[in-house]
């Protein structure tokens, strides 16, 4: 061991981190800003500041390096700090020509792209991907609607992440948030209650308050309930408002989930 | 160690005083020693109710302030020697509660009562916090209307997270609702919420229905609690009430035909 001798300045470790792409649609640099306030400003205990990679891969029109510097600014402004590129043919020249590092991203980007919820359309949605991140609720079983293999060619088997399970009633004027997992709670949420988790939100109970899936922004978040009938709900900062539940779900057992980045509701099957 | 239940609500105008009087009395006469207290600190109300409004020289804060001792503070009931009365304040305001004065005052009241009964004021501020903050019981007076069972919900959550039993990880506090001001007559023509309705919002079983009755105000304004009125259905009702809180079992009476209720008729089934 040299460090007995001579402790080096450094040290270069292998690390794994968790970077959110913004997977921008529709290169509109107005839109963009002003989109990715909206969505700061939704969560901005969790989204203020966050580093975001940027990925132009479906970007429309295709940027010229100017405009992408100019989003840089932008979306700067706006509250998020791109500090990559996706290393793709049209994010690696642009990321060369801004003097950005261009990253690679890694295998599980593609399952989370086959995931069908499809990230929002015509939208700068923060679509949270999880390149080699062990343990994110992404990888409970409950996020995915068809089953699927686990991805073999993933680094390491990702331990799961533990739900925050909490007996009910969830009364008017509580809230609950469970970080980085899922939440279960067995009894109702009443009107007035938030409940909100980065992963999904299960219910078993009736639903009468607010329920937050994917609140950091995985699109592929759902929400169960046994009894329908919540003032709002929310996927990855879309919601729905309902004043009154419409008469086909309410009182039913329900999925909400994200259909195209619309949020949808649709009774169980028994 | 006697218990300390919480008459609570939420919403004012519910009923909680008229139920903390009607539950006092009938406690005592099914002989236990109870103490009641007034924590609507600067609108005292309990020794009107109580028709001891006379008789109060010391009140609540002076006991916590150290003016007097709490024996001199309480004041014994005409009718029940085992029934005693801790006022309110008129002339101060709530914040001269203090969490240690309060402790103080209710774990001397527990060593010498068996049941004290802490009648709440409206709202979820410092009054309302303390009078539920070192429950073992709660009753929660509730009106079969929306805004009323709302506010109810909110206390319900805030007792369960906030209050001297959650904190110290002990078994929840017991939750009890007394639905008061119940017509029959308006929930059979669906503009009144049903037992059902509110059980089910809530949560909590009901363990007693006080009817609307006008017997109810003469009580309160003749200072005396509508408990002690035999003829009148609220005084029966709340006697039905009281024996369920000491565990007895008594059949629901004053409901009348049991029809679908407003939000089953809303929502159907």
Sequence with gaps: ?270 | MGEVIVVTSGKGGVGKTTTSASLACGFARRGKKIAVVDFDIGLRNLDLIMGCERRVVYDFVNVINGDCSLKQALIKDKRFDNLSVLAASQTKDKDALTQDGVAKVIDELKSEFDIVLCDSPAGIERGAFFAMYFADRAVVVVNPEVSSVRDSDRVLGIMSSKSRRAEQGQTAVKEHLLLTRYSPERVERGDMMSIGDVEEILGVKVIGVIPESPEVLSASNSGVPVILDENSDAGQAYTDAVARLLGDTVPMRFLDAKKKGFFQRLFGS
């Design chain 1, 1 to 270: 061991m040299q460090g007995l001798l001579f402790t080096p300045a450094f040290e270069l470790k292998s690390a794994q981190m968790s970077l959110m792409v913004l997977a921008v649609r529709r290169f509109d640099l107005d839109q963009l800003q002003i989109e990715i306030s909206q969505h700061v400003a939704k969560a901005p205990a969790l989204l203020k500041n966050a580093p975001v990679v940027l990925d132009l891969g479906q970007a429309d029109p295709k940027p010229t390096a100017h405009q992408v510097t100019n989003l840089l600014m932008r979306t700067q402004v706006a509250g998020l700090r791109v500090v990559a590129l996706v290393a793709d043919a049209i994010g690696e020249p642009l990321a060369h020509a801004v003097g950005l590092p261009a990253l690679t991203v890694g295998p599980r980007r593609k399952k989370s792209d086959e995931a069908p919820a499809k990230p929002t359309e015509a939208e700068a949605a923060a679509a949270p991907t999880a390149p080699e991140i062990p343990a994110t609720p992404d990888a409970n079983p409950g996020a995915e609607a068809a089953p699927q293999e686990p991805a073999e060619d993933a680094p390491a088997e990702p331990v799961a992440v533990p739900p925050l399970l909490l007996p009910g009633p969830i009364r008017g004027g509580q809230q609950i948030y469970a970080k980085g997992r899922d939440l279960i709670i067995t009894g109702a949420v009443s009107a007035g209650a938030e409940v909100a988790a980065d992963g999904c939100v299960h219910v078993y109970g009736r639903l009468s308050g607010k329920a937050l899936a994917g609140a950091a922004g995985d699109v592929r978040a759902r929400i169960y309930c046994l009894s329908f009938g919540p003032e709002l709900v929310s996927i990855a900062g879309n919601f729905k408002v309902f004043e009154s539940a419409p008469r086909e779900i309410a009182g039913k057992a329900v999925e909400i989930y994200l259909n195209e980045g619309r949020v949808d509701v649709r009774p169980l099957k028994a």
